[in-house]
């Protein structure tokens, strides 16, 4: 297999050696930001947004980023065709740097790894998830920070419920999973997604603008008494595009899952990455 390369503190290392010190302060006190964008066939998919966004988190937690935009991808463009991955996941992540003392803030590390897609994007909705509730706010929850403490937490628990992930809420209010944002359809077919104290997702913004074709949207809150009429749930992630939700807290939702909404939805989006991916093919493109 050839060497996997990650790019780290200005140069790229074979990613077996790759390392920060212990005196980063993403080590010692978990601070940090990152972003996670993938690629199908070499082409990096809606990475203006994931960059965008990269950006506004590292001003949110006070890192210079201490590269430009354009320097940047030509960094991410050097690490492809190096390790020559075509359908990848690629993360950058920007450290709080090495703190004098351990607690104050310091010049940022940056590192790029790459590695192979975990799960494949296919046109039809991947198996159903079950969800569990659980009382949790993200600290910062607009900035992509690389605290995911009660998630990794949560796992056992998670487990013992026979549930695939657990659904954040506060107060009462539905925020997001973890690594995922939520939408439910209501009884009048409309998509509704949180839209406050959660992570601005790039693929929720996607399936907003191209739900907003056929379906009315909405952004605001959906308490926990709402999910028990929801006709669909669903989440959203770059990684997993949208995973269907059958049960919550172990009640049902809907009649069916995946739900029409859903499938369309999963479908729409999948041509859109083709169509970024495979920008001369018209088998994918909807008509
Ligand atoms: C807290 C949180 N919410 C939502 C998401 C989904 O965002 P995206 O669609 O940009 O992957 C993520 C992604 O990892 C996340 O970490």
Redesign the pocket.
Same mark, same amino acid.
């Given at each position: 297999m050839n060497t996997l390369f990650t790019y780290v503190r200005d140069s790229f290392i074979p990613a077996d050696q790759a390392s920060l010190l212990i005196g980063d302060l993403s080590i010692q006190r978990g601070y940090g930001i990152f972003d996670?964008f993938k690629t199908l066939d070499h082409k990096p998919i809606f990475l203006d947004d994931h960059l965008d966004r990269l950006f506004h988190s590292a001003a949110q937690l006070r890192l210079p980023v201490g590269k430009t935009r354009e320097e940047l991808k030509t960094i991410i463009d050097q690490l492809q065709r190096k390790n020559n991955i075509p359908d990848s996941g690629i993360r950058i992540t920007l450290t709080g740097g090495y703190s004098p003392d351990g607690y104050s803030l310091s010049q940022p590390n940056l590192i790029i790894t790459q590695q192979p897609l975990l799960f494949p994007i296919s046109p039809e909705c991947p198996k159903p998830f079950r969800l569990v509730t659980w009382p949790h706010q $993200?600290q910062l929850p607009e900035t992509?920070t690389i605290d995911y403490l009660m998630a990794i937490w949560l796992q056992p628990y998670i487990r013992e419920q026979g549930a695939d992930d657990v659904l954040y809420h506060y107060d009462g209010v539905i925020t997001?999973c973890?690594?995922?944002?939520f939408f439910i359809v209501t009884d009048d077919d409309t998509l509704v997604t949180p839209a406050r104290n959660?992570?601005k997702?790039?693929? $929720?913004m996607k399936v907003l603008q191209l739900a907003g074709t056929k379906l009315k949207t909405e952004a605001r809150d959906i308490t926990l008494e709402e999910l028990r009429t929801a006709k669909e749930a669903f989440i959203?992630?770059?990684?997993k595009h949208i995973v269907p939700v059958s049960h919550i807290d172990g009640h049902p939702i809907g009649q069916i899952t995946p739900g029409p909404a859903a499938q369309w939805l999963n479908g729409q989006l999948y041509r859109l990455v083709q169509d970024i991916s495979h920008p001369h093919s018209h088998q994918t493109t909807s008509k």
């Open positions: 996670f $993200r992509k997001e973890p690594r995922c944002n959660m992570l997702g790039i693929t $929720r959203t992630s770059t990684g």
